[in-house]
């Protein structure tokens, strides 16, 4: 069992940047694929970025590409999202998730993900 926790959401103003992160328990952690998810309120998970095993790959959504760089740091377990440029739409709880890297394909699915953080909130005002 894989336990992800996040950190580093808050409140920013419009063209400002966060830099989340997510810890975890695991030590193959280079051998599974990464996730960043958001959430907003009365709407779907939607995917945003995903980095592959050893970082050799990325893949952004396009509602986030050039602004949104993700990361990851096998030696600490962790996995970042680093956040610029950001948009009151980009407000949303932000969640990363992990699996094995059997494959790159079925990245952007939820339920390619078996394993979850709970979610750090991000706000952007206006």
């Known amino acids: 069992q894989v336990q992800l926790v996040e950190s580093g959401g808050g409140l920013v103003q419009a063209g400002g940047s966060l830099r989340l992160s997510c810890a975890a328990s695991?030590?193959?952690?280079?051998?599974?694929?990464l996730g960043w998810f958001r959430q907003a309120p009365g709407k779907e998970r939607d995917f945003v970025a995903a980095?592959?095993?050893?970082?050799?790959?990325?893949d952004y959504a396009d509602s986030v590409k050039g602004r949104f760089t993700i990361s990851r740091d096998n030696a600490k377990n962790t996995v970042y999202l680093q956040m610029n440029s950001l948009k009151p739409e980009d407000t949303a709880v932000y969640l990363c998730?992990?699996?094995?890297?059997?494959?790159?394909?079925?990245?952007?699915?939820?339920?390619?993900?078996?394993?979850w953080g709970q979610g750090t909130q991000v706000t952007v005002s206006s």
């Open positions: 998730a992990a699996r094995l890297a059997n494959t790159w394909s079925g990245r952007r699915m939820i339920a390619g993900y078996p394993y």
């Open positions: 695991e030590r193959a952690f280079g051998n599974y694929v």
């Open positions: 980095v592959s095993s050893w970082a050799v790959t990325t």
